[in-house]
């Protein structure tokens, strides 16, 4: 299969259709999800040409993390619903791509059994902050124990977001055997809910600063003043995302949003990016308006239906290697050569 869209028309021929629909859809009217992709197609790359550049090399390093490709995998809720191996699959492929893989907090397999089945895989952990701090506590233990390197703290979602289509195909809670197994305090037989709570605030970053010395990553930040008031909480990253539209509707596309982000951060920290990367160009485009790496949702989600580790390792193949060539016709040796001249819009 030649391209991302190949995966997701497999995923879709695989899945049953309302767990499908789960993975696919976004809140409301889906215009934000709709708006991420799109706003990629009204970008226009303008090469360099006789530049000399030689074969691109991809690496990056992100908060003491080596990435083989600036291309990470977001984290993403209930992967035992693609492949009955899950985020161990998805883990394994992260691996072989030699790429960041961000463990949902709302995985399927636990955190530790998700690190001893891919030895050497980079692993980062997705979490949402749960009103009783107690309890996020021992859940951020338990993700430094298993080697993770770095805490994502997701923060657009105070709420759940209204998938409609979810709620005509009944799909509320996990089949029979499957359970979000990182949420529980060390006793497995203690598995709660997830809380989404409106009181999260500044504070609960502050504690979560003072709780881990890992480095924190704000995920969900798409206003420029949150961006700055990040940098005063002492964050050591900043992740545009709205999501992949399934929060809030109507928030403007994450590529939209990077230059203003970015200029509000001003080099201090890293600023991640996800949301309709489905293409090599996508990746580069996001780059060249300032996003020092990206991550995919779906897609990785897409490979792993299709084709469960194999498909995710063929995914993050594919996206590697059209980042490389897209680098190579732009006449650049890497991503950090990537600038906003490169990128119009039309
Ligand atoms: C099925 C699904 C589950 C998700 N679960 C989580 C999650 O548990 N935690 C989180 O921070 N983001 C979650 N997200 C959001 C992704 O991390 C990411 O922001 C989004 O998928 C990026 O857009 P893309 O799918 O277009 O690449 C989820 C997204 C999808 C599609
Ligand atoms: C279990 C959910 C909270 C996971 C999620 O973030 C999502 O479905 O977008």
Redesign the pocket.
């Known amino acids: 299969m030649p391209a991302i869209r190949d995966f997701e028309a497999a995923a879709r021929d695989r899945l049953d259709p309302a767990h499908y629909d789960?993975?696919?859809?976004?809140a409301g009217d889906e215009v934000t999800?709709k708006a991420?992709?799109a706003a990629f197609a009204r970008l226009a790359l303008l090469p360099r040409v006789l530049r000399g550049a030689g074969s691109p090399r991809l690496g990056v390093t992100l908060l003491g993390s080596r990435a083989a490709m600036p291309v990470l995998v977001?984290?993403?809720?209930?992967h035992r619903l693609a492949d009955p191996e899950g985020e161990k699959a998805t883990a394994r492929a992260a691996a072989a791509a030699e790429t960041i893989m961000?463990v949902?907090?709302?995985?399927t397999v636990a955190v530790e059994d998700v690190a001893a089945a891919a030895p050497g895989a980079t692993l980062w952990f997705?979490l949402?902050v749960q009103p009783d701090m107690a309890f996020t506590e021992a859940v951020v233990r338990r993700a430094e124990k298993a080697g993770c390197a770095a805490l994502?703290v997701?923060v657009?979602?105070p709420a759940r977001g209204r998938r409609d289509q979810d709620v005509r195909n009944g799909f509320e809670d996990l089949p029979e055997g499957m359970r979000c197994e990182n949420l529980h305090d060390g006793d497995p037989e203690s598995v709660r809910p997830i809380d989404m709570s409106p009181a999260i605030s500044w504070e609960h970053v502050d504690l979560l600063r003072r709780m881990t010395r890992l480095p924190i990553v704000l995920?969900?930040v798409t206003h420029p003043a949150d961006a700055r008031l990040a940098l005063d909480h002492g964050v050591s990253a900043l992740?545009v995302?709205?999501?992949?539209?399934?929060q809030l509707d109507t928030v403007p596309a994450?590529v939209d949003l990077l230059p203003e982000i970015v200029a509000a951060v001003g080099g201090a920290v890293p600023v991640l990016m996800?949301?309709?990367?489905?293409r090599g160009t996508d990746v580069v485009k996001a780059m060249a308006l300032g996003a020092s790496a990206v991550?995919?949702?779906?897609?990785?989600?897409w490979g792993l239906a299709a084709g469960g580790e194999c498909g995710v390792a063929r995914v993050l193949e594919l996206l590697r290697d059209e980042v490389e060539h897209a680098l190579t016709l732009c006449g650049l040796a890497s991503p950090h050569d990537l600038e906003p001249g490169l990128v119009r819009r039309c």
């Open positions: 789960y993975f696919a859809g976004g999800v991420n992709e977001a984290p993403t809720a209930f961000i949902s907090m709302a995985a997705q949402y994502v997701t657009d979602s995920k969900g992740y995302s709205n999501h992949g539209g399934r994450t996800d949301g309709g990367i489905r991550a995919v949702g779906r897609p990785v989600i």
